[in-house]
């Protein structure tokens, strides 16, 4: 398996830009969670979806972020316009029903807004 | 008061010692228990995930939950450079109850050879 992919894996933008973020989970998940990752706040849930329905976007900082997953093997992460406090590693996670709480976490894209 | 608190260290310790790791939480109704392991630029791995209070052991790595103190460890027996990492621990509520992972920020070990 191939694991849960992401890309790009890394995006450097301007101030202002839209950026986004895309991930392909692991084939047979029906979740898939989006994640932020800084030094100050650590590791932060931003939404998660469940069968391609989004459940809690709680996490979701402003309205300039936006997520999407129009099928199950895809979905988006897009911020517009970019700042620079959005700078951040940026993982995507799946994980199937009945297995546990066990996530399995792409390798991440690290963004830097200018 | 954070829901999961976790000592960032970092810290370093010789090859062959052991180590702790530790978290505390505040929300009593997490029953589910992990600790993810990440290496330098790359996505957390699950190492070890428990049920509830107990120990479970995986070879050189024992991870325990003590829930009356809202307290869980992850124990490192015959350290290696290899497991210089940063370990995360993360812990759910029951099954149904929420489908969230809460993460502590994570603590950086080194183990120097």
Known sequence: DAGVIQSPRHEVTEMGQEVTLRCKPISGH???????????RGLELLIYFNNNVPIDDSGMPEDRFSAKMPNASFSTLKIQPSEPRDSAVYFCASRASGSGETQYFGPGTRLLVL | ???VEQDPGPLSVPEGAIVSLNCTYSNSAFQYFMWYRQYSRKG???LMYTYSSGNKEDG???AQVDKSSKYISLFI??????DSATYLCAMSETQGGSEKLVFGKGTKLTVNP
Request: net charge neutral.
């Open chain 2, 60 to 62: 050189r790595f024992t």
């Open chain 2, 44 to 46: 957390p791995e699950l």
């Open chain 2, 77 to 82: 027996r015959d350290s290696q450079p290899s």
């Open chain 2, 1 to 3: 008061q954070k829901e």
């Open chain 1, 30 to 40: 029906d979740y898939l969670f989006w994640y932020r990752q800084t030094m100050m």
